[in-house]
């Protein structure tokens, strides 16, 4: 089992930038798959990206367009989404998710969201 615990969001302009950070527990990190997923106000829970145990990177190119990159630090247990020239419909709780072994569509573990607000 992996506990997941997400930071970096907050309140900020359109066309900043912010890293988001989920630290995960134990020493099993290398076991799992990651991935990060958001949730706008009023909209269903979408798929923004995931990251293999080899760091094999996988995109929902409607939402990224460009603007957002994973990465996986295993020394320090933690998986990052960088989000570039944030726009308003950024705004959302995201949420990171990993999954033992391979990816999966609706993974077994989630940390519990941090809110990105962007004004406009």
């Known amino acids: 089992q992996v506990q997941l615990v997400e930071s970096g969001g907050g309140l900020v302009q359109a066309g900043d930038s912010l890293r988001l950070s989920c630290a995960t527990s134990?020493?099993?990190?290398?076991?799992?798959?990651m991935g990060w997923f958001r949730q706008a106000p009023g909209k269903d829970r979408e798929f923004v990206g995931s990251i293999t145990r080899s760091g094999t990177i996988t995109y929902n190119a409607d939402s990224v367009k460009g603007r957002f990159t994973i990465s996986r630090n295993g020394a320090q247990n933690t998986v990052y989404l960088q989000i570039d020239n944030l726009k308003p419909e950024d705004t959302a709780v995201y949420y990171c998710?990993?999954?033992?072994?391979?990816?999966?569509?609706?993974?077994?573990?989630w940390g519990q969201g941090t809110q990105v607000t962007v004004s406009s």
């Open positions: 134990g020493r099993t990190f290398s076991l799992y798959a």
């Open positions: 998710a990993a999954n033992r072994l391979v990816w999966n569509a609706s993974p077994d573990y």
